[in-house]
């Protein structure tokens, strides 16, 4: 697990987030996953969600996996999560609890989408919305309106 802050002037203590990124990956029946998350501002995400996805705009998560489930050695390569704290103050904000709870719930979304979890279309969507409640749980983070949410993806 590798969870690293390197935006210019983005400075974020990862040591809990690593925990919850460890526990997630446990209940998963994952424990020698590799995982990498960043953390970094709406500008940096901006351009991403731009090239990738052809979204001029920032978002809360973006989740890009490697081969979903390729088998390097005895761990599992998942990908890769880039996750903006400017959004997730946002959305702290508006849904009333705190960034460090928005982080856990954007690490949860990002890690499903990893998993091949998937929301866009309606017939996926209670698939993902279970097992994000379920994970929510387990680390004690709010579970409101995750996949209703215009950023989340």
Do not use: W
Request: charge should be negative; charged fraction near 25%; glycine fraction near 8%.
């Amino acid at each position: 697990m590798d969870i690293s802050a390197r935006c210019e002037g983005l400075r974020y203590p990862t040591e809990a987030l690593e925990a919850d990124a460890e526990r997630l990956l446990n209940a998963l029946d994952l424990p020698e996953a590799e995982l990498s998350m960043v953390l970094c501002t709406d500008p940096f995400i901006r351009r991403l969600n731009k090239q990738y996805r052809g979204k001029d705009q920032p978002t809360d998560v973006l989740s890009f996996a490697m081969q979903e489930g390729q088998k390097v050695g005895e761990a599992t390569v998942l990908g890769d999560l880039i996750v903006s704290v400017d959004t997730a103050r946002r959305q702290a904000l508006e849904h009333g609890h705190t960034v460090e709870q928005e982080l856990r719930i954007l690490l949860v979304h990002g890690l499903l989408h990893l998993l091949g979890y998937d929301h866009v279309r309606p017939e996926d969507a209670p698939r993902m919305q279970a097992e994000e409640a379920r994970l929510l749980l387990l680390l004690n983070a709010p579970s409101v309106g995750l996949i209703q949410r215009a950023g989340a993806g």
